[in-house]
């Protein structure tokens, strides 16, 4: 069952758009000759249009933000994907791209007026290439299955959401998406080589090479990468893979203090280590998962650290012995090392675990995604712990530690409007803070409908019209994706 969420920051404007409940049996604007030639693109079984097909299609993992699309296409090939954009521009309807619908921004949440197009059908490992260690995707692929397809030619590929085994390597690229080994191996965007795009006009754009150098004129890959969805739909992805690692240690640490894990991790960067994994929960999250996962975690310490190191097995080797002396230096009360593959799959599983285990315990679980420069992490965190106090909230906060990437996480009730009202106002003050750190309103989780009241400060008045005058560039009647980013 998956987990209720919220983007705390969703502005009242951006609800006041989204008002139908995903729950109506409003009617569908779209006219009857528009649903004949839909279904003729997509091929009827293909084409939803009851209120029972088309309500699961109306929210994605963002509480709070729902409207029931119009129609549900699910599209089978780029040639299709064109036609109902053609159409769309032609009959003005709206298009919503959607993968797994995970996301944690509204992303995918329709407006009025849109239909939603599903890519999930489009889920071919095209080829992999032990040669130029690439792989060639359909959007629709499940990112797990495309590691586990690079490790049959021992071969990698390093992202790795705490998502991925629901999520779309589609929804990761228009994502931009990161993951618990982004430290090392950085984000989606480092290991996309070539996309091929549907423009919203309808016009196939493939961009990029298997070369490794490639300086030909822009690079337009990176224009759709972290596009969410509004600069066009992508069809097929050519992905950079890494030769896998031979070795692996993980490791656990035990802190008595918040300021005692960050400053273990600020001094493992220090001393150049870049360790593939360096996470971390709180107290309340550390509870939360263990009466979740039952894997023995220390319930009653203030914060764990999950450190994992990669590699030639002599680094592996060195490096670890190195994180377990710094974590002592730094007080941790007690450093578990897994002993073999499954006690470190049971560990980074407790981890990857941290947002179904906070969402069991109260009815809305409302988690976001500030991040800082890693010099201000114990700044950050005990700011998001005062402004908690502050507003008498609880909050459970977990993440990437070693990326500076903060998950605080409010549990509340979103029936009661007044403790709703106080987190938004304890969020606005978090995203506030980590502008003024020198931060940023989102790490990877996207802008998307909830963050979109933030964008201006974050990227200045210039920023804002300059991702305007491309949006409108490339989608001038404003089909793909509207709301989303911006207005
Ligand atoms: C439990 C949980 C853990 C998570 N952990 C992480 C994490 O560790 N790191 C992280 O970065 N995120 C995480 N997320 C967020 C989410 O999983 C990611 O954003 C993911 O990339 C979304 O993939 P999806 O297939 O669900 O995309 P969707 O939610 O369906 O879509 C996301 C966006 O991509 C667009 N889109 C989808 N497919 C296409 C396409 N083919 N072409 C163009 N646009 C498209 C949509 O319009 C939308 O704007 C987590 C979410 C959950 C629920």
């Not at 941790?332 to 947002?355: C, P, Y």
Request: aromatic residues 6%; proline residues 5%; contains cysteine.
């Amino acid at each position: 069952m998956f987990i209720s969420t919220i983007s705390a920051a969703a502005s009242a404007v951006s609800r006041s758009k989204c008002t139908s409940e995903p729950g109506s049996t409003e009617l569908m604007s779209l006219s009857a000759d528009t649903l004949r030639r839909l279904g003729e693109i997509v091929g009827p079984a293909n084409l939803q249009q009851s209120p029972e097909e088309r309500i699961g299609y109306g929210y994605d993992a963002t509480p709070m933000l729902a409207h029931l699309p119009d129609a549900v296409v699910f599209v089978e090939s780029a040639q299709q994907i064109s036609d109902v954009l053609k159409l769309a521009n032609a009959e003005g309807f709206k298009v919503v791209p959607r993968g797994s619908g995970t996301n944690l921004s509204g992303g995918t949440v329709p407006m009025e007026n849109c239909i939603v197009l599903v890519t999930v059908k489009m889920d071919k490992i095209l080829e992999i290439d032990p040669r130029n260690l690439t792989a060639l995707v359909e959007p629709g692929v499940l990112t797990a299955r495309i590691d586990e397809a690079a490790g049959a030619h021992g071969l990698f590929y390093p992202p790795d959401p705490g998502s991925m085994k629901i999520s779309t390597i589609g929804g990761n690229v228009a994502e931009n998406s990161g993951g618990l080994r982004g430290l090392k191996y950085g984000v989606t965007r480092d290991y996309v080589l070539g996309l091929e795009v549907v423009l919203p006009t309808g016009e196939l754009l493939r961009c990029g090479t298997k070369c490794v150098k490639d300086v030909a004129g822009y690079s337009l890959k990176d224009l759709f990468i972290g596009s969410e969805g509004t600069l066009g739909v992508v069809t097929q992805i050519l992905l950079k893979l890494l030769p896998r690692p031979t070795a692996r240690r993980t490791m656990l640490a035990t802190f008595d203090t918040m300021t005692d894990a960050a400053e273990t991790v600020s001094d493992i960067i220090a001393r150049k280590i870049i360790p593939c994994t360096l996470e971390f929960l709180d107290k309340t999250t550390i509870a939360c998962v263990e009466d979740y996962t039952k894997i023995g975690l220390p319930i009653g310490a203030e914060a764990i650290l999950l450190m994992e190191t990669d590699g030639h097995p002599v680094v592996v080797e060195e490096e670890s012995a190195r994180m377990i002396e710094l974590a002592r230096a730094h007080h941790a009360r007690d450093v578990r090392v897994a002993k073999d593959t499954a006690e470190a799959d049971k560990l980074t599983s407790a981890r990857r675990a941290a947002f179904s285990a906070l969402a069991r315990v109260s009815p809305t679980t409302i988690l976001e995604d500030a991040t800082v420069p890693r010099s201000e992490l114990a700044a950050m965190i005990a700011f998001i712990q005062q402004t908690a106090k502050k507003y008498e909230l609880r909050v459970g906060i977990f993440g990437h530690f070693g990326d500076g990437n903060l998950h605080p996480t409010f549990l509340c009730d979103e029936r009661n409007r007044e403790e709703i009202e106080r987190v938004h106002t304890a969020f606005r003050e978090i995203f506030e803070k980590a502008i003024a750190l020198g931060g940023t309103i989102t790490g990877e989780h996207g802008v998307g409908l909830a963050k979109k009241g933030f964008l201006e400060t974050f990227a200045g008045t210039t920023g804002l019209q300059v991702m305007c005058a491309l949006k409108h560039t490339l989608d001038p009647n404003h089909v793909l994706n509207p709301g989303k980013i911006f207005d």
